[in-house]
């Protein structure tokens, strides 16, 4: 068998947004690992709603957890109607008959990809966060953290799929679930939080690099992702958590603050499934034959 000669083998080149996300991504692995170690409030911390509702204990803590689950189930619901068997028999006009499924993929696969990470996350979430408020304590807030991990890894990724590149964003992925779920074990065993806070809120800081930046030539104009409206709604959320007390007095013990704050944060997940809609529609607007499948 002939191998071709190592001159001939040419490896894509990486564009100067992969070097930025890399060395941003290496920065923030370096400041997880050097930053002195501090602990955060108890994870048993007591919460400023802790009614029962029958013999569901905590109920308005763990109730406001279904948004979660809505916008995570209809999310995957989406993208398995991008994904749809019958939608490969339908050729898109103009493109010698290419399958939109197979035209989705080779464009935006990463994407989607992303996405259903993402949403998944979002159920994740929903399940963690039940788990932990039915009853607080170490193990279960870890749990409660690894559903968020999934579902930061989700939005990371595909921010930086619409932002960056296709292969970048699946990376982008990849590399914030394997950090968030080590800071979750870190946490866990020494209960030093700082790797925690690092995946938050320095997620939350290439999220808002990322929202800075006009979106990739490879894929421009395929997803409509609003980022900054996901930033708006996590930044609500957490002075919601910070005020949970504050919240639950203001409201003459109607709600409290943590009980928003999942309320507020679930609708990060909106802007995500407002792009899937309009990665179907400007597909589908070319392809009368996929539309009338998927009416």
Known sequence: MHLPALSTLSLPVSTRREHVMLSAFALLALFAAACPAFTGPEAVSVFADDRGWHSLPNAMDVLSNLPFL????????????????????APIVGLADEPVSVALNQRLGNSLDCAWLFFAGLIACAAGSVFYHLQPDLLRLAADRAGMAIAFA???????????????????????????????????????????????????????????????????????????????????????????????????????GHSVKHLTAALAGLPVLQALQTVGWQTLRHNPVAAAITA
């Open 154 to 256: 989700g939005l990371i990724g595909f921010a930086a799929c619409d932002r960056v590149s296709q292969r970048a964003g699946w990376a982008a992925a990849w590399l914030t679930l394997a950090g968030g779920l080590l800071a979750v074990a870190v946490w866990f065993e020494t209960g030093n939080v700082a790797p925690w806070a690092t995946v938050q809120f320095g997620g939350m800081a290439l999220v808002l690099l990322l929202a800075l930046t006009k979106p990739s030539p490879e894929g421009a104009g395929a997803v409509d992702l609003k980022l900054g409206w996901v930033i708006f709604f996590y930044a609500l959320a957490k002075l919601f958590e910070l005020s949970d007390h504050a919240v639950y007095e203001a409201t003459h013990h109607i709600v409290s």
């Open 70 to 89: 809505v916008i995570g189930v209809l999310g995957l619901h989406r993208l398995r109607r991008l994904d749809r068997p019958e939608l490969a028999a």
